[in-house]
């Protein structure tokens, strides 16, 4: 059974920096892009950073980028979102996504994931 379990989030000031990690198990891991989006209370699920397989190919959403880093460990099975200047617009549920791929090329489409991790919160207080 392929799991996937985020840990960290939580809440913290504007301005601030929260990092979310998330474990991949019953899959390997190297096999798989891996991905972070968020749901913010009355608003669609959005891709905010992705990772290739291998290489360390990354996109961001415009509304991320030069805050957020994406990066993934493969001998750990995991995946870090670490977030920096953050902004109460960035409260939201995070998700880390795994998607199995045959290339390295990042994926920014949720239907092109097919593991979703339980979500994290993170709360920005203004």
């Known amino acids: 059974q392929v799991q996937l379990v985020e840990s960290g989030g939580g809440l913290v000031q504007a301005g601030g920096s929260l990092s979310v990690s998330c474990i991949l198990s019953g899959r390997t891991f190297s096999t798989c892009a891996m991905g972070w989006f968020r749901q913010a209370p009355g608003k669609e699920r959005e891709f905010i950073a992705g990772i290739s397989r291998n290489f360390g190919n990354t996109v961001y959403a415009d509304s991320v980028k030069g805050r957020f880093t994406i990066s993934r460990d493969n001998a750990k099975n995991t995946v870090h979102l670490q977030m920096n200047s953050l902004r109460p617009e960035d409260t939201a549920v995070y998700f880390c996504?795994?998607?199995?791929?045959?290339?390295?090329?990042?994926?920014?489409?949720?239907?092109?994931?097919?593991?979703w991790g339980q979500g994290t919160q993170v709360t920005v207080s203004s």
């Open positions: 996504a795994a998607g199995a791929t045959s290339n390295f090329k990042v994926l920014t489409e949720d239907s092109a994931y097919n593991y």
